[in-house]
């Protein structure tokens, strides 16, 4: 089965059975060639700063916990952060704040994320994107969001006998949120859809994750004070919360 077909994901990701496969796979997925064509593209071009490096170049996969009670649902792996590194919000501003969030409220051992063996260990967490593959100026397709899709609802299922609360980094998370709601859950989503908002909540039925907004931690919000390690620490507070830690 090619790598680079549309349909490569929602044919693949089903049958994945444990989450130590599905990252292998997740990271030699081809399917989406604007995205492959940049993600190659930077590993080539480098940034300055890290011209010595050999960058990661590929999709990027989920990290953290395999029986984590918290998921934490960001956008896209960043340009010269997880798509250099090959772990999500390692190695660039925005998993500086976050990281450093989580070891506050205790669901990390360490500060920092630099790099895939710097010894860093998430508990009771897992952290995953809605697209995996490092998409141009922040912003994937449609098209790219959906292909992508079934990679994220085959974590899901895998995690889901434990996860009790998904924190949405950002809207664009918050938005690929419902359409896992019906393939992992068999649940029509909300009518009309809850806006998405800094500490919105939404709660489905028992056996269904939470739903807690957040503003995503990009270097644009946390530069403009937008969003704030006070912000931070009161969202993991409020998650461990709901997850009952």
């Known amino acids: 089965m090619t790598r680079d077909a549309p349909d490569y994901p929602a044919?693949?990701?089903?049958?994945?059975?444990?989450?130590?496969?599905?990252?292998?796979?997740?990271?030699e997925c081809r399917a989406c060639p604007r995205l492959v064509a940049w993600r190659e593209e930077v590993a080539t071009t480098k940034r300055a700063a890290f011209r010595h490096q050999e960058y990661w170049g590929r999709p990027v996969p989920g990290f953290g916990a395999v029986d984590a009670e918290i998921g934490l649902l960001g956008l896209a792996p960043a340009a010269h952060g997880g798509n250099r590194t090959g772990r999500i919000f390692t190695g660039d501003r925005s998993g500086d704040v976050l990281f450093a969030a989580l070891h506050r409220a205790g669901l990390a051992n360490q500060p920092t994320s630099v790099s895939r063996d710097d010894g860093l260990q998430l508990a009771h967490t897992r952290v995953f994107s809605a697209v995996r593959c490092a998409p141009p100026d922040n912003k994937p397709t449609p098209a790219e969001r959906d292909t992508c899709a079934p990679w994220l609802h085959r974590e899901l299922e895998l995690i889901r006998p434990t996860l009790r609360v998904v924190v949405a980094l950002g809207g664009f998370a918050w938005s690929?949120?419902?359409?896992?709601?019906?393939?992992?859950?068999?649940?029509?989503?909300?009518?009309?859809?809850?806006?998405?908002?800094?500490?919105?909540?939404?709660?489905?039925?028992?056996?269904?994750?939470?739903?807690l907004g957040c503003y995503h931690v990009s270097q644009q919000n946390t530069f403009t004070g937008r969003l704030t390690p006070a912000m931070l620490d009161d969202v993991f507070a409020r998650a461990k919360d709901l997850a009952g830690l």
């Open 11 to 27: 044919r693949v990701a089903p049958a994945i059975a444990d989450l130590s496969r599905l990252d292998g796979v997740i990271s």
């Open 176 to 211: 690929a949120f419902w359409p896992a709601l019906r393939a992992v859950y068999g649940m029509k989503p909300p009518t009309p859809r809850p806006a998405f908002g800094h500490g919105t909540l939404w709660r489905g039925p028992a056996g269904v994750p939470a739903l």
